[in-house]
């Protein structure tokens, strides 16, 4: 199973970016997705989550500091997952990983909990600054 994140840069605050997930090796729409960030300085704590989706795409959650300002969506054509990002602001620096589990066996449809996932890619950076 691979999960290959991209898009990630350096962007100015107020900016925009699109991240990708594109996921090899599994049955891509029988899987939750979730997007996570590990800030600078933060590599040895829990990956934050950011936002989680369910595996039709139909139900999705957003961490409080990003909503209205990500959207997470995903393809099940194209096995990639997408994280759009507008507003960016400092605090966002960080790096963004997508992560995937199978919700069977009384698994929720979605979750922001990391330790559920089964999957991690490999992150990619954003950085926010002027």
Do not use: H
Request: charged share 25%; proline share 4%; glycine share 12%.
């Amino acid at each position: 199973v691979q999960l290959q994140a991209s898009g990630g840069g350096l962007v100015q605050p107020g900016g925009s970016l699109r991240l990708s997930c594109a996921a090899s090796g599994l049955a891509f729409d029988d899987y939750a997705l979730g997007w996570f960030r590990q800030a600078p300085g933060k590599e040895r704590e829990t990956p934050e989550g950011v936002s989680c989706m369910s595996k039709s795409g139909r139900s999705s959650y957003y961490e409080d500091s990003v909503k209205g300002r990500f959207r997470m969506s995903r393809d099940n054509e194209k096995n990639t997952a997408y994280l759009e990002m507008k507003d960016l602001k400092s605090e966002d620096t960080a790096v963004y990983y997508c992560a995937a589990f199978e919700p069977k066996g009384g698994r929720s449809a979605y979750s922001i909990d990391p330790s559920i996932y089964d999957y991690w890619g490999q992150g990619t950076q954003v950085t926010v600054s002027s």
